[in-house]
């Protein structure tokens, strides 16, 4: 496929991912965080497993335990530890700070040039974020801020770890396989940090299906097959999506108000993200003329 058909492609998992959040707080049960998240990775990467019938061989289980912790289990219980603990527009501020964590890690990691104009890109989408989602009572709890830079710093870890370990197999086994390892990493931290959670209704029962069908096993697909086809740097920056959508939601589905400045930061989120690609994209080989 053409690179802006995986960026298209891409951008859905982020974009739906800010779905999600309208979803928690209609649907499901407020309270059990872990134990959603569990109900959220773990059953959708069981149903992958048995699509794809194929287990990681031995020499890879570490890395997939590793790339499921990143992925899930360390970045979902800090990034819900920051929501607790901070109001939403500072969490996800905090979270956007990802791509520029992703710089980083992919030069130590992968070798790869920070480039200006990426870093600059970065900073302008952080921004546009800021603009989005910052309220003018954001309180700052150290604890939270913590948190919410972990969970940054997790999600980076898992992108770029993600790009460097590419197993000889299809992306829907290799998103079954992190899916599945994180959601089994989650089950002793949701038994021991939270109580029983109540039987779901119909309501909530159909909420846990979009979590793990269209919010888990289909955007992780999407997103694995990206982080394999395209640069971290420009990866990342596709992630500003989800607070974006999130946002617009709120303001379709729940009436909330669209300030000037919220819509100068979707504006700038947009730009930014746009210009990220070009930023990160690889420079083309120079030509030889024949001799």
Do not use: C
Request: hydrophobic share 60%; glycine share 10%; net charge positive.
């Amino acid at each position: 496929m053409s690179r802006p058909t995986d960026l298209i492609l891409t951008a859905l998992a982020p974009a739906i991912w800010g779905s999600t959040y309208f979803v928690t707080t209609e649907f499901l049960p407020q309270g059990f965080p872990i134990t959603l998240s569990v109900l959220r990775a773990l059953p959708a990467g069981l149903l992958l497993l048995l699509l794809v019938r194929q287990l990681p061989p031995r020499a890879w289980l570490g890395r997939v335990l590793l790339l499921g912790a990143f992925n899930f289990a360390i970045f979902w219980v800090l990034l819900f530890i920051s929501a607790y603990r901070l109001p939403g527009g500072v969490a996800a501020t905090l979270g956007a700070t990802q791509p520029l964590i992703v710089l980083l890690l992919a030069r130590l990691v992968l070798g790869n040039q920070i480039r200006p104009l990426s870093v600059l890109v970065a900073l302008a989408g952080l921004g546009g974020v800021a603009l989005l989602v910052l309220g003018p009572n954001a309180a700052l709890d150290p604890l939270g801020v913590a948190a919410g830079l972990g969970g940054a710093v997790s999600m980076a870890a898992g992108t770029v770890f993600s790009r460097k370990w590419q197993p000889p197999v299809p992306p829907l086994t290799f998103t079954a396989w992190q899916l599945t390892a994180g959601g089994l990493l989650l089950v002793p931290v949701a038994l021991i940090a939270e109580p029983m959670m109540p039987l779901p209704d119909a309501r909530a029962l159909g909420g846990l299906l979009y979590l793990g069908l269209i919010g888990a096993a289909l955007t992780y697909l999407l997103w694995f097959r990206g982080i394999a086809r395209i640069e971290p740097a420009a990866i990342s920056m596709l992630g500003m999506m989800s607070p974006v959508t999130a946002v617009l939601l709120g303001w379709l589905a729940l009436g909330q108000e669209l300030s000037g400045l919220q819509t100068l930061g979707v504006l700038a989120v947009l730009g930014s993200v746009w210009l990220g690609q070009r930023a990160a994209r690889p420079a083309a080989a120079p030509h030889r003329a024949a001799a």
